[in-house]
């Protein structure tokens, strides 16, 4: 039997969409200039045929309807109108039951385009959490980046979000400004989750899966890298500059040197304390050999 849900290779997801059912909504990212970023470099930005998507909805729910979680890929299918949408989500919850969450990557000035009536509406829908990639909070980093964003649209637009009653998971790539701008990545991108406290927190470390090289060459800035403690001195001055009530953090990726998980503001002193460690003495964590040695 033909898997009924046909997919357009790289497929990405969070990591906490392990075990959501994904459909392919719009194939790569209409932006696709961040200078960070290589998952949709190999893609041209497509919207999927409606019925095409409707139709995998269907099929799919006639071997397993009672999917609980759904994850809408690929890049921001925010970008699409709020009627489009609202139809997606109404096939979901008529095909699947027991569904309890229909979540989706968005960049902020897709969610900005919508109106609080509109946003509202998707979340009476269905659609309840929004993964936003902030980078940083930093608008000098953000523009050497082309991230397309600033400290203001993320902020009025994750707002706007959650006035809505959509939760919002939002991200901070540690490294990303290299020595140069590190200290101002750390306090900015802390004013900025301040200004918004996200549901979620999540941080994971710059990469460079087509090598450090061709990354300094797509990076609109000299880029130097952080080693292993430098890391660590970010997130920790990142960290302690946030004034945070109940925004749940994780630094697990797969990226990360030091597996951080707690609530901020209640575990902020442990995590400061856990890095403080990592800093002056990592034999006594649980670190990799080859990152202990880096340090």
């Not at 750390?186 to 061709?214: C, D, F, K, M, W």
Request: proline share 4%; charged share 25%; aromatic share 10%.
């Amino acid at each position: 039997m033909k898997f009924p849900i046909e997919y357009n290779e790289p497929l990405f997801r969070p990591p906490s969409e392990a075990l959501s059912l994904i459909f392919q909504i719009t194939i790569g990212c209409s932006w696709n200039k961040c200078s960070f970023c290589e998952m949709y470099t190999s893609k041209k930005f497509t919207v999927k045929k409606e019925e095409d998507v409707i139709k995998e909805i269907i099929d799919y729910s006639n071997i397993d309807p009672d999917v609980r979680k759904v994850f809408l890929a690929d890049g921001n299918v925010m970008v699409l109108s709020s009627s489009r949408l609202i139809r997606i989500l109404t096939q979901l919850n008529e095909s699947f039951p027991h569904l309890r969450r229909i979540s989706a990557y968005a960049m902020p000035q897709d969610i900005i385009q919508k109106s609080k009536e509109e946003l509202k509406e998707l979340y009476e829908s269905g659609l309840k959490l929004l993964y936003i990639g902030i980078e940083s909070g930093d608008d000098e980093l953000l523009n050497l980046i082309n991230k397309g964003e600033t400290f203001s649209t993320t902020v009025e637009s994750i707002n706007k979000a959650q006035e809505a009653g959509i939760q919002t998971s939002v991200m901070i790539i540690n490294g990303l400004g290299g020595k140069k701008y590190s200290r101002q990545h750390s306090i900015n991108s802390a004013r900025v989750v301040n200004e918004i406290q996200p549901h979620y927190l999540s941080t994971l470390v710059l990469s460079y899966p087509l090598g450090l090289e061709h990354y300094k060459s797509r990076a609109g800035y000299d880029f130097e890298p952080l080693n292993k403690k430098e890391l660590f001195e970010e997130l920790k001055l990142f960290i302690e500059n946030t004034n945070l009530t109940s925004t749940i953090f994780r630094s697990d990726h797969a990226s990360n040197y030091l597996t951080l998980k707690g609530i901020l503001s209640r575990d902020k002193e442990i995590l400061v304390e856990r890095l403080s460690l990592a800093i002056n003495s990592p034999g006594k964590l649980y670190l990799r050999p080859e990152w202990a040695r880096g340090l």
